[in-house]
């Protein structure tokens, strides 16, 4: 299960000399105060997601997380946001193609989107 995050305040993606530079940075985490990005699993539920960006961007094991925070379920129901995402319900004529969920954990403002992308943001 391969997880990427990176950090971001601009909208735009950066540009380099070269594609493989874009390709070797993809994969690391920048530091930045103002916004985190991480890009779950694509079979991983987003309520998993959330607590792994937190994870990763503390740079905490996702247990401690757990175990430190408050429940996820305190802010979103964990099984309406994994029901939100998921593409394999028997109603095939929902169109999960786009669209996000934003809600306020553990002093963040929490992002998901139906790419499995959590934008982490501190509360202001």
Do not use: C, W
Not at 33 to 55: K, L, R, Y
Not at 68 to 93: K, Q
Not at 104 to 119: L, N, P, S
């Amino acid at each position: 299960m391969k997880q990427r995050a990176h950090s971001s305040t601009s909208t735009s993606p950066a540009t380099t000399d070269s594609a493989s530079e874009t390709a070797d940075t993809a994969d690391r985490p920048t530091a930045d105060d103002n916004q985190f990005t991480f890009q779950a699993d694509t079979e991983q539920p987003p309520s998993v997601a959330v607590i792994s960006a937190i994870a990763a961007q503390d740079d905490l094991d996702v247990l401690a997380v757990a175990d430190e925070l408050e429940p996820l379920y305190n802010a979103v129901d964990p099984t309406a946001l994994d029901a939100l995402f998921d593409d394999s319900s028997d109603a095939p004529e929902l169109d999960r193609a786009g669209g996000s969920v934003t809600f306020a954990y553990a002093g963040r403002t929490v992002t998901v989107d139906t790419t499995g992308r959590v934008v982490l943001e501190e509360l202001q």
